[in-house]
Every structure is written in structure tokens, then in C-alpha cells.
């Protein structure tokens, strides 16, 4: 059983959602990186995704491109985020995802990339902008190593289609609360629950919900009805507005104590 699926399995015999964080590789540097993700976990992140950071995100609000633009100042490449993930993965074994782009992907090498990850021991990668019949050769190589590709299913996805992506999805089903790019937001969308058993009516694959949740009320709310629940944007906005990696650590980890306290306290 891959670190991804046990993390759920644990959730689900605490009786709780998984709890998943979301920052940005290289943001404020890549030292800061290797010693917030350990952090995280210990604060009560279940899975940690590291988003790659790409010249244009199209997927991303306004918080994570500052965070991306921030990364790339400082030189950050895909090479040097899986150095980190090597590291961080000598420290601690709280499972890694890969968030990135096509272009990282392409430029990299698809293969050479899901080799790379299992080596250093990443268990899952998400590609955002790319449908899943396109990728056939990304795809291939994730199952031949065991990295786990997590796809995402949109509210607009049509039923017929939602299927196929769960069929194909390893890990978990990344549901995406609205349409739109990624962003903390005041309120959850009124129909999140429908579309949440929408998906799993059709799969007992876990189910995580992203984009939007920005509080520890958004969390727990997610956690009643999902098995996972997905922060990035409100988490990466506490990392870019720290005065110093020492801050930026400290107030992220106490953000995620706050968000996994929450979860824990939902059902």
C-alpha cells in the first residue's frame, strides 16, 4: 500500500477527513522548503503537495502566481524541488505530491520526471492542465513505477465523464469546489455536497475537495462531507506575507495545527 493510500486508510479509522496542505516549491527558497514540509506534517498535514513553479499557472489565483513568480526569482527548477523532495523524504515519511504543469513535465521528460520521482521518493503527481487522454505516455509510466497520478474531476465535468476520470485516478479524486482558478474565498459554494456525492456515487476512491477552503470553519465543513480536504492558496498567503523563513515556517505550521484541530473536531 503506497504512503498516499495509507494516509487515507488512517484518516478513515480516526473517523476524520485527510488533511492537505498545498505550497508553493521554493517559496521564499528552497531551505525554507525542506524545513517547512517536515514542519507541516508534524502540525497535522496529512499530505503535502508541492506546487512546481511555472511562468504561467492558468489554473492559479493571484496568491500562488506571487508565490511562483517569488520561486522562480530564486532560481527554483524541477530538478532542485525533487533534490528537496529527497531530502525531505530522509526526514519524514508523510506522503509527497508533485502539482505542476505540462510545460514542467514536457521539459523535464515525461518519463525521465516519474522515474526521478519515484527515486526520491514523491508518491503522486497532478498535472492541471492536461486532460487525461492526452497523456497517455505520462500515464503509462505512473503506473509502471508506482507514482500515483490524481486526477481532477471540475464541477462542469458531465457524468459519463466523471467516471472515466475516477476509473483512472490513483491516490485520490481531485475535486475541484468551483469553476475558476484557485484563491481563498469568503463562502464554499452552496452545492459542494451534491457534487461531492456526485463523485462517489461512482468510485470508493477517496474523494478530497480543493480551491476555496480558507478558514478552519471552510475545513471542517469540507471534512463532513469529503475524505479529504485541500488548502493551498490561505496557506501560501501566510508563507508570502512572513517577514522571515523563520516566520514563514511558524505561521504556517500554526495555520495547519488550526485547520487539522478543526478536521478532527467535525465528525
Do not use: W
Request: glycine share 6%; net charge negative.
Amino acid at each position: 500500500m503506497s504512503r498516499l493510500d495509507q494516509a487515507f486508510e488512517r484518516a478513515h479509522a480516526e473517523k476524520r477527513a485527510a488533511l492537505i496542505v498545498f505550497v508553493t516549491a521554493g517559496d521564499p527558497d528552497l531551505r525554507t522548503t525542506a524545513e517547512l514540509v517536515p514542519a507541516l506534517a508534524e502540525a497535522g498535514a496529512d499530505v503535502v503537495e508541492l506546487g512546481v513553479p511555472h511562468s504561467d499557472p492558468i489554473a492559479e489565483g493571484p496568491t500562488i502566481q506571487a508565490s511562483s513568480f517569488r520561486a522562480l526569482q530564486q532560481g527554483t527548477t524541477l530538478a532542485a524541488i525533487l533534490e528537496v523532495c529527497r531530502e525531505v523524504r530522509a526526514a519524514s515519511e508523510v506522503p509527497l505530491v508533485l502539482m505542476g504543469y505540462l510545460n514542467n513535465v514536457l521539459a523535464f521528460g515525461e518519463e525521465r520526471l516519474v522515474e526521478a520521482c519515484a527515486a526520491v521518493g514523491v508518491d503522486g503527481l497532478i498535472v492541471a492542465d492536461v486532460p487525461f487522454e492526452e497523456a497517455s505516455a505520462l500515464q503509462a509510466a505512473t503506473e509502471a513505477m508506482g507514482v500515483q497520478r490524481i486526477l481532477l474531476v471540475a464541477p462542469t465535468s458531465p457524468p459519463d465523464r466523471v467516471v472515466q476520470i475516477a476509473r483512472r485516478s490513483a491516490g485520490f479524486i481531485y475535486c475541484i469546489s468551483v469553476t475558476g482558478v484557485t484563491g481563498a474565498r469568503a463562502q464554499l459554494p452552496p452545492d459542494l455536497e451534491n457534487l461531492v456525492k456526485r463523485i462517489k456515487r461512482v468510485t470508493p476512491k477517496p474523494v478530497a475537495v480543493g480551491f476555496g477552503i480558507s478558514t478552519p470553519d471552510h475545513a471542517a465543513s469540507v471534512a463532513r462531507m469529503a475524505d479529504g480536504v485541500i488548502v493551498g492558496s490561505a496557506l501560501v498567503q501566510r508563507i508570502g506575507e512572513a517577514a522571515s523563513p523563520e516566520a514563514a515556517i511558524d505561521s504556517a505550521t500554526r495555520f495547519v495545527r488550526s485547520l487539522s484541530e478543526a478536521i478532527r473536531a467535525a465528525r
